[in-house]
């Protein structure tokens, strides 16, 4: 007899996610890390706030990854990045595979913009 593998949904409802996640609330300050909400100010339209996952490896238990892939985001954030997220998604599939292999490299070497730019306006740049 098998057990059946909890599910994704069902992890998410785990002790130890609990203990994670509010772990990194209170890294965070109680505060959203996108908006600068924070549920200790005096605000009448408390929010909720969400931990997320920045990036989800298969297999891998929710609270099992380190800090810099969790993010804390109120509620608002939250849905808003899941929707864009969606948004994205659903817009690449018009594109074929080798416009989607520019875009992919485009998005990987995004971040590397910021060292990028430290070069041009840093003191190794000649021109
Ligand atoms: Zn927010």
Request: aromatic fraction near 14%.
């Given at each position: 007899m098998t057990v059946a593998k909890p599910t994704y949904y069902e992890l998410l409802r785990d002790p130890r996610w609990y203990r994670r996640r509010a772990q990194v609330i209170e890294l965070a300050g109680?505060?959203?890390?996108?908006?600068?909400?924070?549920?200790?100010?005096?605000?009448?339209d408390r929010l909720d706030l969400n931990v997320h996952h920045k990036k989800y490896f298969p297999g891998?238990?929710?609270?099992?990854?380190e800090d810099d892939l969790l993010i804390c985001l109120c509620e608002i954030c939250h849905d808003h990045r899941h929707d864009l997220i969606n948004n994205i998604r659903s817009l690449l599939g018009k594109y074929d595979k080798n416009e989607l292999l520019k875009i992919f490299a485009f998005v990987r070497d995004f971040r590397h913009d910021d060292s990028s730019h430290k070069q041009r306006h840093g003191g190794d740049f000649h021109g």
């Open positions: 109680r505060t959203c890390q996108e908006c600068g909400y924070c549920q200790d100010d005096q605000n009448q891998k238990a929710p609270w099992g990854y």
